[in-house]
C-alpha cells in the first residue's frame, strides 16, 4: 500500500502522459469517451496524482508485462514508488470501465 500526502508540484517534476485505452463498458453497452484524464508528474521516486486519480488503480508493468508495482489510489497526492525499481515502465491506470496507459522511465 502506498502513503499519500497533498505536495505541490515542483519545477523538477516531469508530467507523465496517459492516454485512453478504449474498452467495453463492464454493462455491455456502447464503449464510451473518458471525461477526465488521469494526471501524473513524477519526480524521482514520488509520482503525484491529481483529483481525477482518485478511485483508480495504478500498475507499473515492466517489459515482460509483469507487475513491477500496484496501487489504489484513495485520495489525490504523493506516490512513492519503491527505490529499487528502475528502468522503464508501462503505467496502466484503471477507474471502473475506462483504461488509461503510459511510459514512465525511473532512474
Known amino acids: 500500500m502506498a502513503l499519500f500526502a497533498a ?3 515542483n519545477a523538477e ?12 463498458p463492464q454493462d455491455g453497452g456502447n464503449p464510451r469517451s473518458p471525461i477526465d484524464t488521469p494526471v501524473f508528474y513524477l519526480d524521482g521516486h514520488t509520482l503525484t496524482a491529481s483529483s481525477y486519480t482518485v478511485g483508480s488503480t495504478v500498475q ?13 489510489i484513495y485520495i489525490e497526492g504523493d506516490i512513492q514508488l519503491p527505490s529499487s525499481l528502475s528502468g522503464n515502465y508501462t ?3 484503471t477507474r471502473g470501465d475506462q483504461t488509461f ?7
Open 7 to 9: 505536495t505541490t508540484i
Open 13 to 24: 517534476s516531469v508530467l507523465v502522459p496517459v492516454k485512453p485505452i478504449p474498452t467495453l
Open 60 to 72: 507499473l508493468l515492466d517489459e515482460n508485462d509483469n507487475v513491477a508495482f500496484s496501487t489504489y
Open 91 to 93: 503505467i496502466v491506470v
Open 101 to 107: 496507459e503510459g511510459e514512465i522511465e525511473l532512474e
